[in-house]
């Protein structure tokens, strides 16, 4: 037998051959209606234009090969059900079912934004006591849950910064940023009409507090920053960082993703922070990725709760709750209703469920975890930020660059040993970083898999370079083009016929 009919008779679980794909064929149904026992109508008639002809080319299939299709489709994703995630700064922490259980609850699943207020009293309950307990965590004086992402939490946040310098008579022209920050954070600035001003990290992977001094002038409206950094780094000074800001009026807003490593053990109210995002889809185990909804709700100091989004919610006489309207100040509506609702019911019962010391233990393990991989991988891949890490650490890919592997064929080649890439050459102030954020859900023998892995590559990095750098080879696709794939994805199937027409 040639290679060729091998090929051949194993189309069907050979992933790169595009025959397996379509499965059509004429005459075949995957439903079976009933015989007709009514007149019989011309459904051109009725439907007049609306009637379509156009539905030659679609699949036709049985219900047994949809099924198989579909499933099949599944099993070539990698998912958090099957292995781990070390994406640092994304937080892939374990989503309880029983989240998933309480957020179909038909009363808060069906539950209808323009459902009356006075029918309304369980959802809004939630909201409340999922404010409070937010409120409580970050140290901040009150909330919005409106914003429906990190980036979008962050633009609502500047905005509050932005309205309130605005009613003292000026808005001010800079943002700072550290050289580590998130990349939504200028685009936040800029969409807010700053112009972003870089902020210089020293040797220690901090901010450099005399270049934040001579920078800082009435211009600056504020300091965005992420604590602890992009590096995992706490920032130690956090309390000098603060008062150098407020010293010129400017104001200190956090980028709260990396809350997981504070929670319960420290509070951005108590450190400085005037304003602050959190990540329900990280921190707070709702699931994320892929595009699904998140939630980025946005806490503040007292001083700028007149400007947060309207409605804002308010606890009545009689102890029902409503919403208040009647926001003169604020800044407007920031997403349609009252935001994503199904993560708050998430991010409450994963609070509830842990309460103050299952949500403090969670911190300590997620950092107990990061601190582990630091430790067992640190004679493997260099370190270039010797500070104390939280919840995740940042490698480089200096040693294996030496013989040509990049962070970028670590992460390829990471794949075939069963993980999800960690996240790829960021933060920007570390060339070639592997950065690796294991979280608290990962048991020990979990992580000594990825340590293992780690190791491995390492080896045949040394040893076989060429081989690390045409990996994976255990996927249904190898290396892709990564820019074609963002910019000209095909999310969907065509036929082929109306496929050849618009190409
Ligand atoms: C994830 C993340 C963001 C953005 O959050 P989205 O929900 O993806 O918009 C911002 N900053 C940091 C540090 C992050 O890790």
């Given at each position: 037998m040639s290679d060729k009919d091998i090929k051949k008779a194993t189309r069907h679980v050979n992933q790169n051959e595009g025959l397996i794909f379509e499965r059509s064929s004429p005459g075949k149904k995957a439903y079976r209606l009933a015989p007709l026992d009514v007149p019989e109508v011309d459904y051109k008639k009725v439907l007049g234009a609306a009637a379509r002809e156009d539905l030659g080319n679609m699949p036709e299939v049985s219900e047994m090969e949809i099924i198989r299709h579909f499933t099949r489709l599944s099993t070539w994703n990698y998912a958090i059900d099957l292995g781990m995630y070390p994406l640092g700064s994304c937080t892939m922490k374990y989503n309880p079912r029983v989240n998933e259980v309480v957020a179909r609850l038909y009363g808060l699943a069906e539950a209808h934004p323009y459902q009356p207020e006075k029918i309304s009293q369980g959802a809004l309950r939630i909201m409340k006591t999922l404010s409070e307990a937010l409120i409580e965590i970050t140290g901040m004086d009150a909330i919005t849950l409106q914003p429906a992402a990190g980036a979008h939490g962050e633009m609502t946040g500047i905005l509050l910064m932005r309205a309130f310098l605005q009613s003292k008579g000026n808005p001010r022209k800079k943002i700072l940023i550290p050289d580590s920050a998130h990349g939504t954070n200028p685009a936040t600035a800029a969409i807010c009409g700053y112009a972003v001003e870089n902020l210089k990290s020293n040797a220690h992977g901090m901010v450099d507090i005399s270049a934040l001094a001579a920078q800082m002038n009435e211009d600056v409206a504020g300091l965005m920053l992420t604590n602890p950094n992009t590096l995992g780094i706490f920032e130690q000074e956090i309390h000098k960082i603060a008062d150098i800001l407020h010293e010129k009026g400017g104001l200190l807003y956090m980028d709260g993703a990396n809350m997981n490593a504070l929670v319960g053990k420290t509070r951005p109210g108590d450190f400085g922070v005037d304003v602050m995002h959190l990540n329900l889809h990280k921190t707070f185990s709702t699931p994320h990725g892929g595009g699904g909804p998140g939630c980025g709700p946005v806490a503040c100091k007292k001083f700028l709760?007149?400007?947060?989004?309207?409605p804002v919610m308010v606890e009545k006489a009689d102890g029902t709750l409503g919403f208040d309207y009647n926001r003169p100040q604020s800044v407007g509506r920031v997403r349609m209703f009252y935001g994503n609702f199904g993560m708050h019911v998430r991010a409450l019962a994963y609070i509830l469920a842990n309460g103050p010391d299952g949500l403090r233990q969670t911190t300590e393990d997620a950092v107990l975890n990061a601190n582990y991989i630091r430790k067992k991988l640190e004679g493997d891949y260099e370190l270039p930020y010797k500070s104390a890490s939280m919840h995740e650490v940042v490698f480089s890919d200096r040693i294996q660059a030496q013989k040509g592997v990049k962070t970028g064929d670590i992460a390829k080649r990471l794949i075939d040993y069963g993980f999800h890439p960690y996240t790829v050459s960021f933060p920007l102030v570390v060339h070639g970083a592997l950065m690796i954020e294991p979280t608290e859900s990962e048991s020990l023998e979990e992580l000594n898999l990825l340590v293992d892995a780690m190791k491995s590559i390492a080896r045949e990095a040394e040893e076989d370079p060429e081989m690390v750098k045409n990996a994976?080879?255990?996927?249904?696709?190898?290396?892709?083009d990564e820019t074609a794939a963002a910019r000209k994805p095909v999310l969907r199937w065509r036929p082929a016929q109306a496929q050849s027409a618009s190409e």
């Open positions: 709760e007149p400007f947060l989004p309207q994976p080879y255990m996927t249904r696709v190898s290396r892709l």
